[in-house]
């Protein structure tokens, strides 16, 4: 990291960021494309929980290619200047690597929805119908190569 003063190297610091924030960015690989795709997610014990569809590009080219990095942040606002160009954001961020992994287990499946669920609401056990199983697919990633960054922000 260039500017060594905004890394964030404090585990407990690290895991309220992805406590606190609410959409991951999950960058993947298409061929030689790169391909973000804004999502919700849930986070424990150094891994990363996403849903989906069944079909569409993005899973298409995780079952291609499941290395992926991502992104998440929490914004603290835009920094005003005087000056062109001196304008900065407040903001705090996780980045990483990791390789993903579907989930195929029912009561697996059953514990990474409450996951996701966990980090928008805190109702602990959720109730879940056979049906969304269905029509759902649910992977993993397990969270490698971590650097994190804070601008403004305490």
């Known amino acids: 990291m260039r500017k060594k003063e905004k890394e964030i190297t404090d585990k407990k610091e690290i895991e309220q960021i992805f ?3 609410l959409i991951c960015r999950l960058g993947l690989v298409d061929g030689k494309t790169p391909y973000i795709v804004p999502m919700n997610y849930g986070y424990r014990n150094n891994i990363l929980y996403f849903h989906s569809a069944l079909s569409g590009r993005k899973i298409d080219i995780l079952k291609k290619n499941p290395n992926v990095c991502f992104e998440i942040d929490i914004s603290g606002g835009l920094k ?3 000056k062109a160009c001196s304008w900065s954001m407040n903001y ?3 980045m990483g ?3 993903v992994q579907f989930i195929k287990d029912t009561s697996e499946k059953i514990d990474a ?4 669920m966990n980090q928008y609401s805190e109702k602990a056990n959720w109730e879940f119908k056979e049906k969304m199983f269905e029509k759902t697919i649910i ?3 397990k969270t490698d190569n971590i650097s994190a960054k804070r601008s403004g922000m305490v």
């Not at 929805?113 to 996701?116: A, G």
């Open 139 to 141: 992977f993993k990633v």
């Open 80 to 82: 005003e200047s005087d």
């Open 113 to 116: 929805f409450n996951i996701i």
């Open 92 to 94: 705090r961020s996780v």
């Open 97 to 99: 690597e990791g390789r």
């Open 19 to 21: 406590k606190e924030a």
